[in-house]
């Protein structure tokens, strides 16, 4: 259904687009500030580092498709699996989550033309691209990291891992987490601050209550890991004694720091998955989430009681019953907001009318995904059991379950999804049906033999077996379905890029979705809403009355929002109408200031203090520029 | 609608008290920096936490042959960086009010008087660091870097502060206005981490 | 019991009724974690923490405070039984709060009761 713009309204029209128009070419996308250009520069990064870790994985299941296999060397091997590790959740899933599906979709979904810090979005790629190129500057050089994704010391000290290696883990880390947080600040105000009027807290869509406690959850978890790193590097770099028992040190430190970040992360990694979901769900069965107060209840206490979790990483470590009972407790809990989230997705596909097109596909296997790797989960609560089967295959098959089939597995269903808002065309549905079906036989190959592997004592991270162990055939059939798997995204990959030149014009709302970014042209313009969105429930597209008073006032100029570059903010929980935003357009500072915090990161590993001191000195003169151009002006 | 303002076109001290007035809930830029905030305090809840976890793994601390803290000195430093809340708190009064240049005054006295804190600090630091080494013990690796970072995060204040003398000068605008409030808001926060840190300093002489 | 829900988004009893069992179990759990760690360490066995005293304590006083916010979202839920949850502010806002609310003291008393049991069952100091 068209929506018809009278003729009043085409010259308010023409005025936004001259407003909001970017700057040509290269210099355009340097130092562009629009939430959507920056969501695409973090989906094809993010998409670039998949690949990387996709890479590292094949070398792996390459390796151990043999036992006694010569592919990788045990130092090799290392580099391989830390990098894996590092890579796919530093670099890619939490990136294209919070920076690409986030950006790009909260500030449509909410009804605003951009997110509250433009400027400091763009500085979050930049330094996201930067802290990317930086780690793997490492990978290149021969440094790799070789002491696996958490890095325990006293493996990761000086002692055990002499060389550049741990360092550019550590300094990559905190470089990474700059750009996090900054995204995750960004998130919380835009989502505070930038709702349309109307849009009160019971009206938001359960999508933003998802990147609101994914946000939450970064800003209050990632300073632990820069704790952990720093004290690390000041072990390593100036010879401190942070984690060295012989000077009054302790390793379990670490592991403790380096916990309370790394449970919390998890829950940052599938967060955002469960808003993909809980968007594709009610599209594609025609009907209204069920429960919807416990569902968005669910997504925040999930985060909430995800840092309640963390000794459970650590139960065969040694702590008393006591304490461990604590994290045993939560542990068991956390398990209810996941279940009341999975009873209500069934049970909404169960009394609607569902379309299982491509996106509901990704959707259904992740639930089928989820339950299998939240059992395995559940599992773990039990201490004996988890002294059992800590560092065995078994945990390597429940955090791939959990990782790829519940995070990864609704980030691309939303691929698909949103493919034809963000590029104005439909991708190949038959051909998308194939893709998901190669995909979950792959990932089911791949990984549900490790659960048995593991209950037979395989350990993790070993470069190789030996043959006599029973082992051998599940490997191979891990191997062969980590083949299938890598066909299975490349169908992905193909059929998107394809369907980008070759597939039929989409229209504005292909699906008959519920949020607002249906409501734009296919791709937006780059001012989103000619009219702020009138909206009284978390379902607006379904609103006919309140799109009908959309279009009324384009025609009288209401909610317009044309003297510049405006979006109104509201109150933070009922989302009254406070005052009129200037939002900045195009600027330089965001990447000038992400080279020069390289510059201090680049140094400091080098051990140049006096050149990383110059560069911190040129970071605190770009600020004050940055500063010094004022919105209003800009 | 009429009635919503348009708040950074409030280029004038007049204009931005209007604004002020009207505006019912915290500006974008004060939940930016009251976010920044929580950062930076889970950062320090994290090193206060390590210097207690480390000092349940020992049966002496500080260890043996380095001495006690001292309680006076960092006391009454403490006490003096608290007492700079208080011309902060008056420059965000009088930007409100639309005085500018008597906000450029006081924030000019806090600024000072942080800067003679923080050189005070350092030199108490370099002292300490003849006595023990942060590369012998684990006492001294937390002791120095719980120190350290505080000292960076009032250094970093310093440059706000130098910033916002600059920007006041040319006049006050909303955004200017913002400036101060963020910027004091964030000295309140270091000083609250001041009492923290300098508690943690002094815990083996309590 | 009927109350008249409070209008304003600040309300502190309507943010009580949400926040305050999460608030319970956070201060069980960072206390209790800390006199577990603390009474089994070397140079904290002097300070005599006896850790069934103090995990029935705070068990205790977070489940007090667990329940009293629960029975507020109660109240909130039944003085706003007219509306719909995608009702204008304040009274769809206050249902859906009201909602929550609820949900989370249940869970949270849940876990507070099987911490503190935890503590008292299990032998102190026991390496696991």
Known sequence: MAIAVPKAADARIDRLERIWAERPGVMGWLTTVDHKRIGLMFLFTSLAFFAAGGVEALLIRTQLLQPNGTVLGPNGFNEAMTMHGVTMIFLFVVPISIGAFGNYLVPMMIGARDMAFPRLNAFSFWVFLAAGIFMYVGVFSGNAPTAGWFDYVPLAENTYSPGPGIDFYALGLIFTGVSSTATAVNLIVTIFKLRAPGMSINRMPLFCFAFLAVAFALVFALPALTCALVLLEFDRLLGFHFYDIAAGGDTILWQNLFWIFGHPEVYIIILPAFGIATSIIPTFVRRRMVAFPMVALAEILVAFIGFGVWAHHMFAVGLSQVTNIYFAAASLIIVIPSGIQLFAWITTIVTGTPRFKTPLLWIVGFIVLFIIGGLSGI??????????????????????????GAAVFPILGGLYYWFPKVTGR???????????????????????????????????????????????????????GAYLLAAGLLMVVA??????????????????????????????????????????????????????????????????????HETPASTAVDADWDEILDMPSSSPWPVVLAVAISGIFAFVLLKQWIAAGVFVVATLVVLAAWHGKEPQRA | MSDVTRSMEATTADATARVVRQRRTFASGWWGMALLIATEFTLFASLIASYFYLRFQNDQWPPAGIEDPSLALPLALTGILVLTTVPMFGAVAAGRA??????????????????????????????????????????????????????????????????????????????RFLALRVIALYWYFVAFIGVAVVITQIYPSL | MRLEPPKSATSPLMWFAVLGAPAAWGVEFAIGYWVTQTSCSVPGRDWSLDQNVWGVVLMALSFTVAVAAGLTAVAMFRGTRDSEEDDAPPAGRMHFLAAVGMTVAALFIFVIVMTG?????????HQS
């Not at chain 1, 979705?513 to 969105?533: D, H, M, Q, R």
């Not at chain 2, 001294?140 to 130098?162: E, P």
């Open chain 3, 117 to 125: 049991l935890g503590i008292v069952i299990l032998p102190d100091c």
């Open chain 1, 379 to 404: 599992t773990f609560a039990a201490i004996p059991f988890d002294q059992q089967l800590t560092d065995t295959y078994y945990v390597v098959a429940h955090f791939h379950y959990v990782i790829f």
């Open chain 1, 426 to 480: 439909m991708y190949f549905e038959r051909w998308g049906q194939a893709s998901f079906w190669v995909s979950f036989a792959g990932m089911n190959l791949t990984f549900f033999p490790m659960h048995i592997v593991g209950l037979l004592g395989m350990p993790r991270r070993q470069y190789t077996y030996p043959s006599d162990l029973g082992w051998t055939g599940y490997n191979i059939i891990e191997s062969i």
């Open chain 1, 495 to 564: 059929n998107l890029i394809v369907s980008s030149f070759r597939g039929e014009a989409a229209g504005r709302d292909p699906f008959g979705g519920a949020t607002l970014e249906w409501a734009t042209s296919s791709p937006p313009p780059a001012y989103n809403y000619a009219v702020i969105p009138k909206v009284s429930s978390p379902y607006p597209m379904w609103d006919a009355e309140d799109r009908d008073e959309d279009v009324a006032n384009l025609a009288s100029g209401r909610m317009v929002l044309e003297q510049g």
């Open chain 2, 98 to 175: 639309g005085h500018r240049w008597r906000a450029w005054m006081l924030v000019a006295l806090a600024m000072v008087v942080q800067g003679a804190y923080l050189g005070l600090q350092i030199w108490l630091f370099a002292d300490d660091m003849n006595s023990f080494s942060p590369s012998a013990t684990a006492y001294g690796s937390i002791y120095f870097t719980l120190l350290g970072v505080h000292h960076v995060h009032v250094a970093v204040g310093l440059a706000l502060d130098l910033w916002l003398l600059g920007a006041l000068a040319f006049g006050l605008t909303n955004y």
